[in-house]
């Protein structure tokens, strides 16, 4: 076993183990990745090897105007792309590119005819549906058509307050023809987290569903929606889906079920695309807002498409006929990713409701019967399945599957042992790591490549990752900050609203003031390997600190969620003395399985574990039972939050939570008091 280097706190590589996987030759000759090689031998002459992805790498940096132009004819892009790629790359700020395109997202996404099913539809086990590439069409075009005429047009904000639908597809793609901003967010948002957000980019439109299931169960929307829309003065439509829920919509301001508002545009089965700018704005995400209003990134359309077209088929191997899929809300990033998809010839399999439907088994029976060939889901899914001892493997045939996609969270080195012994070995495991603020990967996985126990495989091409130290200095085998030092596409417009650029600036630009150039620093703690992957060790504003050693939240994780007894654990610093020396000590929080107390044979199992897989700073003072653990809406754990509480600190945004009342937990223990 690995162990972490007192000195530096990082992995010792005296003897690195072998690849987990290693793909076969056969299956290197018919990836994307090699076929989209050939093409830039073709087209460049740069006789770059379908295996040598650090030269494929280098290329894509080096020479962006041939990277991105072969990204945009590879992916067969639908459009104008003109004859200049990028204006001012070397500007982190202020870069400009593809500047002459014009082209429409929607349009690309739907221009590929499916044979069969474009979309497949699992609401636990209660909905079953499927959607063909025609009825798709037709959909969005009579959306389209009832959306202009109701007077929306290009810049407008449609806005979707539903679960993983085809509508929440259809309103996405209708509301992209005209050239409309989109923004979704899941339904088990409350009210004051929607207006939270949408209340800062004042809709025009809301498609909202009238209820949703989870876990078996109803969850009625209606009451929340009447008041959603009560204070939303910016609303001149509430088109309701009807769902999971039922009840009466007269008692909410200028509501429409969905069959009403396209009955009139019955006949219509064709879209009129709006070709736009490559920067025209497409989607406004939202930053988790667990330290206070959430930030509206703006996301353009041409970056949005490259990025993802990208990432599907050259890092995910994603090709015509593949059925892709992705454990996803519409509040997450992953459902935009997902529905991109399509653009690639791929059919969505989109699920929605809880994933422990069926003992923990629902997903992997929608695998089986639909053929899925790339399973999407978080490190937090393979941590709990492990825990509950599933082995689909044994129950399931999977003979379809080819790889299997984590993010969220960081996936430690027991996780990629779980994949390949318990699901399929035989799969690509690309654990990938970016973020809503640039809607797609810095790190990613590599179809042609080894996966190393604990790695992400590789940075994404034309992503131009490293980590630097605390002085701005490159770094190999040590952590520090992970960071992008040229521009790329994907990257956002900017905030919404910050006419001045202050907020975006400050966000991701201003780590660094003494270097000679700006760069985009991502707030991850981060560490590059000796193969070139990246371990990712938790957030940077979440890294302990004890004694001035910085301390990833997820090496303590890895390390306590091995024990039997653990069902999940939450680790902050906590300031001691309090007010008094700025330092802090590791406070460790553990929920137990049902009827375990916390008591000192299992306190030091707990430490000894911690001692000797890491060293002995990364054992917490303190250990403390608690009876559930908050979490965001997309079940990422809320450290920063916990910090406060414990800290006797404002927590600014409980809406963005899912369970907030798990704080309370926290609040004052007795054991933190000396």
Known sequence: MNKLDPKSGSMSTDSLPAPIWLPSAERIAATRLTAFMKTVDKRWHRRLASADYSSQHAWSIDHPDEFWTSVWEFGTVVGEMGTKVVIDRDKMLGANWFPE???????????RPIKGD?????????????????????????????????????????????????????????????????????????????????????????FACDGYW?????????????????RLPSLERVVVVPYAGSGEIAGIRDAVWLADFLSPFAGQRKIHFERLPFAHPLYIMYSSGTTGVPKCILHCAGGVLLQHLKEHQLHGDVRAGDRLFYFTTCGWMMWNWLVTGLASGATLLLYDGSPFVGSGNILFDYADAE???????????IDAIAKINLKPFQTHRLDSLRAVFSTGSPLVAEGFDYVYANIKAGIQLASVSGGTDIISCFVNGNPNGPVHRGEIQCAGLGMAVDVFDDDGNPVRGKKGELVCTRSF????????????GAKYRAA?????????????????FAEVTTHNGFIIYGRSDATLNPGGVRIGTAEIYRQVEKLHEVVESIVIGQDWPPGNSGDVRIVLFVKLRDSLSLNESLERRIKAMIRDNTTSRHVPAKIVQVIDIPRTKNGKLVELAVRNVVNGNTVSNLEALANPEALDYFQDRVELQA
């Open 101 to 111: 395109a014009r082209l429409n997202f929607a349009e690309n996404v739907l221009c």
């Open 118 to 206: 474009v979309l497949v539809f699992w609401g636990e086990d209660k909905v079953k549906r499927r959607v063909s590439h025609a009825e798709l069409y037709t959909a969005v075009a009579q959306t389209a058509a009832a959306l202009r005429a109701m007077g929306v047009v290009k810049g407008d904000r449609v806005a979707a307050y539903l679960p993983n639908l085809p509508a929440t597809v259809v309103a996405m793609l209708a509301t992209a023809s005209i050239g409309a901003i989109f923004s979704s967010a899941s339904p088990d948002f409350g009210v004051q987290g929607m207006l939270d957000r949408f209340g800062q980019i004042e809709p025009k439109v809301l």
């Open 214 to 230: 989870y876990n078996g169960k109803v969850i009625g929307c209606l009451d929340k929606l009447g008041e959603i829309s009560a």
């Open 371 to 381: 053929r899925m060939t790339h399973f999407g889901t978080s490190a937090k899914f």
């Open 489 to 500: 596409p994907a990257m956002p417009i900017g905030f919404w609203k910050d006419e001045s």
């Open 508 to 524: 991701y630009f201003e780590r660094f003031p003494n270097l000679p150039k700006t760069i985009w620093c991502h707030g991850d």
